[in-house]
């Protein structure tokens, strides 16, 4: 898990001070001091460090690193960074964090929550197909014969009885990656083979499967429904 957030910061002064001498150049009244702090940015200011100092010389140019002050900047520094309070703002995120993340959490319940709903409408509606076929209904079949499944399509035909009489299709798909392949239901006639299968309704309604009768035996099983132009799936 990745936690991505911005390190910031917040400039609370900077102020000549005339008394101090440069430990660098050794040249008196050039030496700046800016107090600042750091902070977190996660959806707004979150956890400000402590309170620190830069030190900059206006005649060498140099910024003045902490293991070369000296005494007296040392006691400048703590002089000039005294009652200074860190700004409410700078907590602001500690508020806007947990508000943010309690929104993202109830919106993907509420999109899992959909999602269950249309998954349990579509199942139903699938049923209802497998039980009453409509000719034109095309059925999404993972075909196995229990060693080797591929990805195609039943087209109904016509019903007689207890017996649904189908057009499989002629395009097939072996592997996951053409899942995306698969949702492009074909409706064209050249998209079918010509010979009729023939299945009982009511055992494909026991297991939401075609049973062939053939040895050893082969299932398509159902997977979607694609009707007037819509494609119900199940999962």
């Not at 940015?41 to 030190?55: C, E, H, N, Q, T």
């Amino acid at each position: 898990m990745f936690f991505y957030y911005q390190l910031r910061t917040h400039h609370y002064k900077t102020e000549l001070v005339p008394h101090i001498t440069c430990p660098l150049c050794h040249t008196a009244g050039q030496l700046h001091f800016s107090i600042m702090q750091k902070y977190m940015w996660v959806l707004g200011p979150i956890a400000p460090s402590r309170k620190y100092a830069v030190a900059f010389c206006e005649h060498c140019n140099n910024y003045i690193p902490k293991v070369k002050w000296t005494d007296p900047m040392d006691s400048s520094y703590r002089a000039l960074k005294q009652g200074l309070k860190t700004p409410g703002r700078l907590y602001r995120g500690l508020l806007v964090f947990p508000l943010a993340v309690v929104a993202v959490i109830g919106i993907t319940l509420i999109f899992v929550k959909r999602t269950e709903h249309k998954q349990q409408d579509n199942k139903a509606l699938i049923k209802e197909a497998i039980a009453h076929p409509k000719p034109g209904d095309i059925f999404q079949i993972t075909h196995t014969d229990g060693t080797i499944a591929d990805y195609t399509y039943f087209k109904i035909v016509r019903t007689q009885g207890d017996s649904v009489y189908v057009n499989p299709s002629n395009k097939h798909f072996t592997s996951p990656k053409d899942m995306k392949k698969w949702d492009e239901v074909p409706t064209e006639a050249a998209a079918f083979e010509p010979q009729q299968l023939a299945f009982s309704i009511s055992a494909t309604q026991k297991t939401d499967m075609f049973t062939y009768a053939t040895q050893p035996v082969e299932y398509g099983m159902v997977w979607s429904l694609y009707r007037d132009g819509t494609l119900y799936k199940k999962y």
